[in-house]
């Protein structure tokens, strides 16, 4: 199993940026898609963005895109979520997670994900 940790969240005024961080540490991996979620209350967790491990291929839920940002570097084990132009909708917990099915695809389905992180809160405030 693969354990990520989740950084960077906070208290942000409309229209601000927040980067998000997500760190894995434990089983070596090689490839698997990473992605972000998000969960607000009383909602179902939704998809963010995601991005293949070893390929460049991104994928972004429309109501993000031109304003969110996915990232990694392969060497730190590391994703990150550049949060710009952000609306008080965003405020969510925001997950990483891992595709444990050995597929590199980014895909939005939050059930081929099967490592998921403790999660970070983000508030945009109006």
């Known amino acids: 199993q693969v354990q990520l940790v989740e950084s960077g969240g906070g208290l942000v005024q409309a229209g601000g940026s927040l980067r998000l961080s997500c760190v894995a540490s434990g089983r070596t991996f090689s490839s698997g898609a990473v992605g972000w979620f998000r969960q607000a209350p009383g909602k179902e967790r939704e998809f963010v963005a995601a991005i293949s491990w070893i390929s460049s291929n991104t994928n972004y839920d429309d109501s993000v895109k031109g304003r969110f940002t996915i990232s990694r570097d392969n060497a730190k084990l590391t994703v990150y979520l550049q949060m710009n132009s952000l609306k008080p909708e965003d405020t969510a917990v925001y997950y990483c997670?891992?595709?444990?099915?050995?597929?590199?695809?980014?895909?939005?389905?939050?059930?081929?994900?099967?490592?998921w992180g403790q999660g970070t809160q983000v508030t945009v405030s109006s």
């Open positions: 997670a891992k595709r444990t099915d050995g597929s590199d695809w980014p895909s939005s389905r939050v059930y081929v994900y099967g490592d």
